[in-house]
């Protein structure tokens, strides 16, 4: 599985934007980008994914670099709630799974 | 409605002891997975069933036995308790194990070895 390279630890305020970086410079044409995170005492949760174009939801918008050796998980106005670990992780095309590494663990203060 | 829900949430056991966690999903999915997150919180697979057939299983001890007797149910069976084995333990299920298909996870079973 590929690796990905992010930073331990960010911190941000309420109500503004956050942007979490991901480099992946072994990225293959088949990994898929995918976003998860973790807050305190629970299990991970979906955020989002994607394979080359940005993408949007309802929780974050995902910017993907034109090479793809990079991202940025973008959080548009952080809530308190959002203080979580979040993990980036690539996963080919048909892996049965998820390979976590170990994710930058924001704190979000009011 | 939990999507993913595993009993118990909270296990406290002597070493040497076996004891099991289940699972559950309702949401229809075929593949189902353990994970085990440790104490410096890497989260690391340990099996993976399709419709109820072993498709992964990562170096884990024969210690661990998971047993599906349906493709909604995914147990995680232990024998003889080792203090290594305080973990959180969390069930996950998805679609199917295509890179696109979200992964649901439970909320976690705390295990604590004394």
């Known amino acids: 599985d590929a690796k990905t390279t992010q930073p331990n630890s960010m911190e941000s305020n309420e109500e503004e934007p956050v942007h979490l970086p991901c480099n992946h410079s072994?990225?293959?044409?088949?990994?898929?980008i995918h976003w998860y995170r973790q807050l305190p005492s629970q299990g991970p949760e979906y955020v989002i994914h994607g394979l080359t174009s940005n993408v949007n939801n309802r929780m974050a918008s995902l910017a993907i670099a034109e090479d793809r050796k990079s991202s940025t998980l973008i959080l548009h106005r952080a809530t308190l709630r959002d203080a979580a670990v979040y993990y980036c992780?690539?996963?080919?095309?048909?892996?049965?799974?998820?390979?976590f590494g170990q994710g930058t663990r924001l704190t979000i203060n009011p | 409605d939990t999507a993913v829900s595993q009993t118990p949430k909270y296990l406290v056991t002597q070493m040497g002891n076996d004891k099991s966690i289940k699972c559950e999903q309702n949401l229809g999915h075929d593949t189902m997975y353990w994970y085990k997150q440790d104490s410096k919180k890497f989260l690391k697979i340990m099996f993976s069933y399709n419709n109820k057939e072993l498709i992964i299983n990562e170096t884990v001890p024969n210690r661990f036995s998971p047993k599906s007797p349906d493709k909604a149910h995914l147990n995680l069976h232990i024998n003889s308790l080792e203090l290594g084995d305080s973990a959180v333990y969390f069930c996950?299920?998805?679609?199917?194990?295509?890179?696109?298909?979200?992964?649901?996870f439970g909320e976690g079973s705390w295990l604590t070895v004394v």
């Open positions: 072994t990225i293959s044409g088949t990994d898929y």
């Open positions: 996950a299920s998805s679609p199917k194990g295509g890179s696109g298909n979200t992964i649901y």
């Open positions: 992780i690539l996963r080919r095309q048909g892996a049965q799974k998820l390979v």
